[in-house]
């Protein structure tokens, strides 16, 4: 019944976009112009339409609900008591790495196994590092800082395994470890190298997972780690108020059939060993974005994935700058445009597929929502525009806009309403309505160049010119305007001329085109000056997380 209100729901939004647009390109006949414009906008509007559906519900949820964590995940209303009470499973804390810095890599579970032991729970919990470095200098390295980490532990609390060949990536490493290495374990915390979790966090999910047998997979939301750069700090701050709300509607109509995002998440090994082992794609490669499609397996199975819509102690690296933000997505654009040869596979959950569908349009829409801008400069270039309402057009963007945004809108929404559900009760709300115009002047730059981004990569990835898996760039450093401009120079000229097509149509259209390109222009500086290092945002990402005591004290130390 859930999913039959929220399909409704979706229908309803998409339907009052394209009968808004109808409204507004009908008057005066159809150019080719204006009949394409609308087809780009109908493959749009059901998903327009699932965001905004998911956004309201979600609001809804955290405003009206006593706890809405605990409205969503049915193991949150049954666990037992506080973190000094029983837990009986034995927990892997797993973290896969590859020619990875140990000396960041370790602190995090250096700390996460001193709070563990703090709340009695020590013998519950052992590290595992599982690494795929090649032999040589950096495997050495790696070797010896895992060594000199499970000296300072009790035998067994530290382990190290590192394997020879990368086969199946990612999750070919979990697999064998799980295959050759998990016996007396009965759960798995996997993490990646940039992960980091409280003790609270993780007890959290372990005796949710222990209220709910039926349960193979939780995972909190996760928010962004040590910004230490502008970049980090901003975005940070809209993706953690938008994921929240994300995460909660989308649990209420999901139910047992949550997603799952690779990391920070708990896994029951048994279920997971089972049903979760994945085959080499038709064309003989091997599936790199596993996370959708090993969800879909347990939905598949009768198995429950759940998210808990609370990233209280789950954080990770945002991308430090805008280049290693594009470069990620190269990387998720690679992995999902794999799903398109799995959405038949019947060995799949048919929400789990829709979910790997979604990821995958993600990517592939962008071409079409791109699109929409030279075709409405053309559109006017050739007159087609005369007659068009321009009340109603407004309208139409404005109503684009609010429901492609609606989850974030709405996290910024319940923070001013309801600031102790939305993490934010110490941050006072002037500052709060300063730090959401800055995201939104932010987000209003930044998304024409992802668009551009998006749209040359799912190109690309088409017609077989780019493959896209390199490592990901963690460090924060500056970007200077030389490299910014080798990086953007087609957006520059991309915008140039989208402009140029709008005001040879009309001043009107020019204007309307100018807010949709600026990004474009401003790339090179938007770029240099968002790499800058922020320091001071090390705190306002703890503020944010004022009862964990444990992050107060390291990042007061980062900062000093």
């Given at each position: 019944m859930r999913r039959w209100l929220f399909s409704g729901l979706v229908a309803l939004v998409a339907a009052g976009l394209l009968g808004l647009a109808w409204a507004v390109l009908a008057p005066g006949g159809w150019s080719v112009w204006e009949a394409m414009l609308f087809v780009c906008l109908a493959a749009n509007a059901p998903w327009?339409?699932?965001?905004?559906?998911?956004?309201?519900?979600?609001?809804?949820?955290?405003?009206?609900?006593?706890?809405?964590?605990?409205?969503?995940?049915?193991?949150?209303?049954?666990?037992g008591?506080?973190?000094?009470?029983?837990?009986?499973?034995?927990?892997?804390?797993?973290?896969?790495?590859?020619?990875?810095?140990?000396?960041?890599?370790?602190?995090?579970?250096?700390?996460?196994?001193?709070?563990?032991?703090?709340?009695?729970?020590?013998?519950?919990?052992?590290?595992?590092?599982?690494?795929?470095t090649p032999a040589g200098p950096a495997a050495d390295e790696e070797a010896d800082a895992a060594a000199a980490f499970a000296a300072r532990h009790p035998p067994g609390a530290v382990r190290y395994r590192r394997r020879?060949?990368?086969?199946?990536?990612?999750?070919?490493?979990?697999?064998?470890?799980?295959?050759?290495?998990?016996?007396?374990?009965?759960l798995l915390l996997l993490l990646d190298a940039d992960s980091r979790m409280t003790a609270e966090a993780v007890l959290r999910l372990v005796r949710i997972m222990e209220a709910e047998p039926g349960c193979a997979l939780v995972q909190p939301t996760i928010a962004g780690d040590k910004a230490e750069s502008t970049f980090q700090d901003v975005f940070g701050f809209g993706h953690r108020h938008g994921a929240r709300i994300w995460a909660t509607g989308q649990a209420w109509w999901q139910d047992r059939q949550g997603?799952?995002?690779?990391?920070?998440?708990?896994?029951r090994i048994a279920p997971f060993r089972e049903h979760c082992r994945l085959p080499t794609l038709p064309d003989g490669s091997a599936i790199l974005s596993h996370d959708h499609v090993e969800a879909a397996r347990l939905h598949a199975a009768g198995w429950a994935v759940r998210v808990v819509p609370e990233d209280?102690?789950?954080?990770?690296?945002?991308?430090?700058?805008?280049?290693?933000?594009?470069?990620?997505d190269l990387r998720w654009a690679a992995g999902n445009w794999q799903y398109r040869l799995l959405l038949r596979s019947r060995d799949l959950g048919r929400l789990g597929r829709f979910q790997m569908l979604q990821a995958l349009l993600h990517y592939a829409l962008a071409p079409l929502w791109l699109a929409m801008l030279p075709l409405a400069a053309l559109n006017a270039a050739s007159g087609g525009a005369e007659g068009t309402p321009r009340g109603l057009l407004l309208a139409l963007l404005l109503a684009c806009y609010v429901s492609l945004h609606m989850?974030?809108?709405?996290?910024?929404?319940?923070?001013?309403?309801?600031p102790a559900t939305a993490g934010?009760?110490?941050?006072?709300?002037?500052?709060?309505?300063?730090?959401?115009?800055?995201?939104?002047?932010?987000?209003?730059?930044?998304?024409?160049?992802?668009?551009?981004?998006?749209?040359?990569?799912?190109?690309?990835?088409?017609?077989?010119?780019?493959?896209?898996?390199?490592?990901?760039?963690?460090?924060?450093?500056?970007?200077?305007a030389p490299e910014a401009v080798r990086r953007f120079w087609p957006h520059i000229l991309a915008g140039a001329a989208l402009l140029g097509l709008g005001f040879a149509g009309s001043p009107f259209a020019g204007l309307l085109l100018l807010p949709a390109v600026l990004g474009l222009f401003l790339v090179v500086p938007f770029c240099v000056l968002t790499s800058k290092p922020h320091r001071a945002a090390a705190t306002e990402t703890v503020r944010s997380f004022g009862s964990d005591h444990a992050l107060v004290s390291r990042e007061k130390r980062l900062v000093s």
């Open positions: 327009l339409g699932l965001s905004a559906a998911t956004g309201l519900i979600g609001l809804g949820i955290r405003l009206f609900a006593a706890d809405p964590s605990a409205a969503v995940v049915p193991g949150m209303r049954r666990q008591g506080g973190t000094a009470s029983h837990i009986a499973s034995r927990t892997a804390v797993a973290i896969c790495v590859r020619d990875e810095d140990m000396a960041a890599v370790v602190p995090p579970l250096e700390d996460l196994l001193r709070d563990l032991a703090a709340t009695g729970h020590a013998d519950r919990f052992a590290v595992v590092i599982l690494s795929d020879e060949a990368n086969t199946g990536y990612k999750a070919g490493n979990v697999m064998d470890f799980l295959d050759r290495h998990a016996e007396g374990f009965d997603p799952f995002w690779g990391h920070n998440a708990l896994i209280g102690g789950s954080l990770d690296t945002h991308p430090p700058h805008l280049i290693a933000f594009l470069d990620r989850p974030k809108l709405a996290g910024y929404a319940e923070a001013l309403l309801r934010v009760a110490q941050v006072g709300r002037l500052e709060l309505l300063r730090r959401m115009g800055r995201e939104l002047f932010f987000t209003f730059l930044f998304e024409p160049i992802a668009a551009v981004d998006k749209t040359v990569t799912i190109l690309s990835l088409a017609t077989g010119r780019r493959s896209g898996w390199a490592p990901q760039e963690r460090r924060t450093r500056r970007v200077g």
